[in-house]
């Protein structure tokens, strides 16, 4: 692995009483696609969230490019250079797309790819054909690929995607796909949640599984697809 980009370690996280998140350790190296897969519940968003810093409760570390952000809150947490996709999609339906664009507008960050909308809509054709449509007006593919696209505005070094095929038509779903193919040629750090294996086998290099917020299994996405035992264990429902 290159350059550690984020390092998880000892990672316990809580919803009130309820202990979710039992020791993760986890590390996505430089220019990475990382996927963290298991079944629903298995708490994939739950550490997502944990490392944006949007759990009230945590104990562990988390270190983003050797600097310790486990309890800085998110706004600190997205001004070092880690973006945030939610998986529900939260797009400003009253504004257009090039306004939820310019919200999420950040100078640029060494070391991160710079973005500007015109290579936005290079990325999303979709969105290059809808500049003035108020996000409102979107199908839920096209209101994803815009909350993906306005976090790149921010000029992120590491994106967190939560679920980014969920819910979405299945040419939509390839579009992501591609779009992630194309963030990781751009030199751009993703860690994602993905229940959808076959759309995270497409996408990312290497795979933590989680099963009751504990990591099962890590290696590479192949090393994965070719553990029968740990795929009928932990993956298939």
């Not at 100078?107 to 990325?123: D, S």
């Amino acid at each position: 692995m290159t350059d550690t980009v984020l390092k998880v370690e000892q990672l316990n996280a809580f919803y009130g009483k309820a202990h979710i998140l039992f020791d993760v350790d986890l590390e996505v190296g430089q220019g990475e696609v990382v996927a963290l897969v298991g079944r629903n519940g298995a708490g994939k968003s739950t550490t997502i969230k944990a490392i944006m810093g949007m759990l009230d409760r945590v104990q562990g570390r988390v270190s983003y490019r050797g600097e310790d952000i486990t309890r800085l809150p998110p706004y600190k947490i997205s001004r070092m250079g880690v973006g945030f996709v939610p998986e529900d999609r939260r797009v400003f339906s009253d504004l257009t797309v090039l306004e939820n664009l310019d919200i999420g507008r950040r100078p640029p960050r060494p070391g991160a790819p710079t973005w500007t909308p015109e290579k936005l809509f290079r990325l999303f054709p979709n969105l290059g054909e809808m500049p003035d449509r108020p996000g409102g007006q979107m199908s839920g593919g096209e209101q994803q690929m815009l909350t993906v696209a306005r976090t790149l505005m921010g000029n992120p070094g590491l994106v967190l995607l939560d679920e980014p095929s969920e819910g979405i038509a299945p040419v939509i779903v390839e579009q992501m796909a591609q779009m992630i193919t194309e963030l990781k040629k751009q030199g751009l750090t993703v860690l994602l949640s993905e229940q959808n294996t076959h759309f995270a086998q497409l996408v990312s290099d290497r795979a933590y599984v989680l099963e009751k917020g504990q990591v099962k299994f890590t290696g590479t996405m192949q090393e994965l697809m070719r553990n029968d035992e740990v795929r009928k264990a932990y993956l298939e429902v």
